[in-house]
């Protein structure tokens, strides 16, 4: 049984990346009666308004809500986590699972009283299946207890798992990059829609462009030697590439994913 505590947007992209690889059971803790009825029809997951009810049932607990409340989710369910209640109702080892940006895995198992603790870093691309995953956990965590938190993240596209030191830098890259990449191509459209093209063309030269580079690159393309490819001497790409060198623009990337990183640091310790 898989429990999840919050069924915002992430939650729901998970049940549904679940359900689509099988029939494992779900429970869902959820604040709103309407939304509780909207995932109950949707996905054919059973609701509850008690956090605590969501995460004794569960074998694997799934914590999705926002750093900013995560305290209050976790005082709700640590007397799940206590001996009496160590072991899901399948008979395996109770795993807590946190998809909050920035919480520790130290505060975690402090909070929670158990190991049995793995933090996560998903991404928005969930939503379409093609999301990207970090996992970081405790050394001592049961092998056949992580394989199941992996699938569950499997289910909505790729997973890492690296040590917890770098998850403020994932969170950065993998978990803000979204925004910055959608940001970066709204630029763009709006740039050759300034310069004539109808909007609707704009938008779908631009993501074939970006689906096709971000092909290339995965079959092993360097991104240095893809630039040299696209630029001659003196022509189009080599005088946009001056105009972004003049204003900074990897600078400017630098910054982004330092202040995305730094941000994800105080979340942790606030």
Same mark, same amino acid.
């Given at each position: 049984?898989?429990?999840?505590?919050?069924?915002?947007?992430?939650?729901?992209?998970?049940?549904?990346?679940?359900?689509?690889?099988?029939?494992?059971?779900?429970?869902?803790?959820?604040?709103?009666?309407?939304?509780?009825?909207?995932?109950?029809?949707?996905?054919?997951?059973?609701?509850?308004?008690?956090?605590?009810?969501?995460?004794?049932?569960?074998?694997?607990?799934?914590?999705?809500?926002?750093?900013?409340?995560?305290?209050?989710?976790?005082?709700?369910?640590?007397?799940?986590?206590?001996?009496?209640?160590?072991?899901?109702?399948?008979?395996?080892?109770?795993?807590?699972?946190?998809?909050?940006?920035?919480?520790?895995?130290?505060?975690?198992?402090?909070?929670?009283?158990?190991?049995?603790?793995?933090?996560?870093? =998903?991404?928005?691309? @969930? +939503?379409?299946? #093609? *999301?990207?995953?970090?996992? /970081?956990?405790? %050394?001592? !965590? &049961?092998?056949?207890?992580?394989?199941?938190?992996?699938?569950?993240?499997?289910?909505?596209?790729?997973?890492?798992?690296?040590?917890?030191?770098?998850?403020?830098?994932?969170?950065?890259?993998?978990?803000?990059? =979204?925004?910055?990449? @959608? +940001?970066?191509? #709204? *630029?763009?459209?709006?740039? /050759?829609?300034? %310069?004539? !093209? &109808?909007?609707?063309?704009?938008?779908?030269?631009?993501?074939?462009?970006?689906?096709?580079?971000?092909?290339?690159?995965?079959?092993?393309?360097?991104?240095?030697?893809?630039?040299?490819?696209?630029?001659?001497?003196?022509?189009?790409?080599?005088?946009?590439? #001056?105009?972004?060198?003049?204003?900074?623009?990897?600078?400017? !990337?630098?910054?982004?994913?330092?202040?995305?990183?730094?941000?994800?640091?105080?979340?942790?310790?606030?």
């Amino acid at each position: 049984m898989i429990g999840f505590i919050g069924g915002g947007n992430m939650a729901e992209a998970l049940i549904k990346g679940i359900r689509a690889r099988g029939t494992v059971g779900i429970i869902v803790s959820e604040p709103r009666e309407d939304r509780r009825r909207y995932l109950e029809a949707a996905y054919g997951v059973r609701t509850t308004e008690s956090n605590r009810q969501a995460a004794q049932e569960a074998d694997i607990v799934v914590i999705a809500v926002k750093p900013q409340v995560i305290d209050a989710a976790l005082a709700d369910i640590a007397g799940a986590f206590s001996a009496e209640n160590e072991k899901g109702r399948g008979g395996v080892q109770k795993l807590a699972v946190s998809i909050a940006a920035g919480v520790r895995l130290s505060y975690l198992t402090e909070r929670l009283g158990t190991q049995n603790v793995v933090r996560a870093m =998903p991404n928005t691309p @969930a +939503l379409a299946g #093609e *999301g990207m995953t970090v996992l /970081a956990l405790c %050394e001592c !965590l &049961p092998e056949a207890g992580f394989a199941g938190v992996k699938d569950i993240f499997m289910s909505v596209g790729k997973v890492m798992v690296l040590p917890e030191k770098y998850m403020d830098a994932v969170t950065a890259l993998s978990g803000s990059g =979204p925004a910055f990449f @959608a +940001l970066f191509l #709204e *630029g763009l459209i709006e740039g /050759a829609v300034k %310069e004539g !093209l &109808p909007g609707q063309t704009a938008r779908e030269l631009a993501l074939q462009t970006a689906a096709g580079t971000i092909r290339m690159l995965e079959e092993g393309a360097d991104t240095g030697r893809l630039i040299k490819m696209v630029t001659s001497p003196g022509g189009t790409t080599h005088a946009g590439l #001056e105009v972004l060198e003049s204003k900074g623009f990897k600078a400017i !990337l630098y910054d982004t994913i330092k202040a995305a990183a730094q941000r994800a640091e105080q979340l942790g310790k606030g």
